[in-house]
């Protein structure tokens, strides 16, 4: 399977813990983003890479959340002292930025629930 | 305010029905427009596109035309069927310079829930 993978697929997690998230992106794919995706809302962008180059980061992303892409291959998204409001569908999109068709491809996203 | 506006759903259609999804969008100079698709259990999928104005994006009988003087790129399908039940996302990402090229983020709207009977 080429496709973006994540994993881990599911977290339940309590108040107060860290958590981190993994995301394999299509291999020849040099853009790499984060989404945050709560229920009945459409996903919400959190930050893009291009390899291993943070390009922006949204208001969302509070400095309890870091996001490293350190070889520009895979990313992790740690989220330090989970709090209930960050229970959501946390979604890896990856894409070829190189003049060619725009698409961003989607993971299967990782459910965190935080207790 | 929003940047991609939906219409709210449910929506419920018996199977071969005429389906409309309506998407408005608040953007700054030239946009690149998007829907994609969510079926139960799966990841987001690209459905069609379209990058510049009038153009039309089209993919498994689904429609929608890039209307920059209404701002709207509303999704139809003529005839829809059971296996076209999912949510419905509109998008919208900032174009870039260069030939083909996008700058990062997307911004979506909240979602049309289609639910086809048959």
């Known amino acids: 399977d080429t496709g973006v993978s994540q994993n881990p697929r599911h977290k339940i997690t309590k108040r107060g813990q860290n958590v981190t998230f993994r995301c394999d992106p299509i291999?020849?794919?040099?853009?790499l983003y984060w989404y945050r995706q709560t229920l009945g809302q459409g996903p919400e962008f959190l930050t893009y890479f291009q390899n291993e180059a943070q390009l922006e980061k949204s208001r969302l992303l509070s400095d309890r959340f870091s996001a490293e892409r350190p070889k520009g291959s895979f990313s992790t998204l740690e989220i330090q002292r989970t709090e209930q409001g960050d229970s959501a569908m946390y979604l890896c999109?990856?894409?070829?930025?190189?003049?060619?068709?725009?698409?961003?491809?989607f993971g299967p996203g990782t459910r965190l629930t935080v207790l | 305010g929003d940047s991609v506006t939906q219409m709210e759903g449910p929506v419920t259609l018996s199977e071969e029905a005429f389906l409309t999804i309506n998407c408005t969008y608040t953007?700054?100079?030239?946009?690149?427009l998007f829907w994609y698709v969510q079926y139960p259990g799966e990841g987001l999928q690209l459905l069609l596109k379209?990058?510049?104005?009038?153009d039309k994006g089209s993919n498994k009988g689904f429609e929608a035309t890039y209307r920059k003087e209404t701002t709207s790129f509303h999704l139809e399908k003529g005839s829809v069927q059971v296996s076209d039940s999912a949510v419905y996302f509109c998008a919208w990402g900032e174009r870039g310079q260069g030939r083909g090229s996008t700058l990062g983020r997307l911004y979506f709207g909240r979602g049309t829930q289609l639910t086809v009977w048959p």
């Open positions: 379209a990058t510049k104005a009038d």
């Open positions: 291999s020849e794919h040099n853009r």
């Open positions: 953007a700054t100079g030239y946009p690149s």
């Open positions: 999109a990856s894409s070829l930025e190189a003049g060619g068709p725009y698409e961003q491809f």
